[in-house]
T-cell receptor
Framework: GENVEQHPSTLSVQEGDSAVIKCTYS??????FPWYKQELGKRPQLIID?????GEKKDQRIAVTLNKTAKHFSLHITETQPEDSAVYFC?????????????FGAGTRLAVHP | DAGVIQSPRHEVTEMGQEVTLRCKPI?????LFWYRQTMMRGLELLIY????????DSGMPEDRFSAKMPNASFSTLKIQPSEPRDSAVYFC???????????????FGEGSRLTVL
């Protein structure tokens, strides 16, 4: 089955610096890669996603890159702000019996210090 | 739409008791997921329904766990009997996806925090 590895597990940066979170997946059939942000005590919410036919996608301060050959994808946050502090989850969706099964990484706890 | 609605938000129970968690997905969504979140294991997919039919229940820990989706607007996750190691936050999520349909955004409920003493 699919396995999604996420690194680092914790990340601490100064406000204004960039943050990068990396994920690898095992199933070459995976075709959809979303990123979710979970603030303390809240539900996970989608912040950006990328499909396998695209190498990069950007939305204001966040961007995601995908390398299908190496089977890894990354989240980049520029000009970090204290409100970016949260747990970030990557996920990979693979076809499963005609459906799609979303498997999450273990999460990265990002702390942005003023 | 009010989003995915889960109840109860918090439940504290004693070992051996039956626990029932409830979920109302977003209207129009045809896929429903139950996830369990713990510090040690992260977000684990327990079961996935599509058009009310269980597609994948390989993540259900053991026979003590069962899930049903009697109609498009309601699902339950039941634990009987409950054990302390079941303590976790249980999330329900819904999306529009399925055969021949591109994977859609997963919308999570606020979660049900379960504590088994």
């Amino acid at each position: 089955g699919e396995n999604v590895e996420q690194h680092p597990s914790t990340l601490s940066v100064q406000e204004g610096d960039s943050a990068v979170i990396k994920c690898t997946y095992s199933d070459s059939a995976s075709n959809y890669f979303p990123w979710y942000k979970q603030e303390l005590g809240k539900r996970p919410q989608l912040i950006i996603d990328i499909r396998s036919n695209v190498g990069e996608k950007k939305d204001q301060r966040i961007a995601v890159t995908l390398n299908k050959t190496a089977k890894h994808f990354s989240l980049h946050i520029t000009e970090t702000q204290p409100e970016d502090s949260a747990v970030y989850f990557c996920a990979a969706s693979r076809p499963f019996g005609g459906y799609n099964k979303l498997i999450f990484g273990a999460g990265t706890r990002l702390a942005v210090h003023p | 739409d009010a989003g995915v609605i889960q109840s109860p938000r918090h439940e504290v129970t004693e070992m051996g008791q039956e626990v029932t968690l409830r979920c109302k997905p977003i209207s129009g969504h045809n896929s429903l997921f139950w996830y369990r979140q713990t510090m040690m294991r992260g977000l684990e997919l327990l079961i996935y329904f599509n058009n009310n039919v269980p597609i994948d229940d390989s993540g259900m820990p053991e026979d003590r766990f069962s899930a049903k989706m009697p109609n498009a607007s309601f699902s339950t996750l039941k634990i009987q009997p409950s054990e302390p190691r079941d303590s976790a936050v249980y999330f329900c999520a819904s999306s529009f996806s399925g055969r021949g349909v591109r994977t859609g955004e997963l919308f999570f409920g606020e979660g049900s925090r379960l504590t088994v003493l």
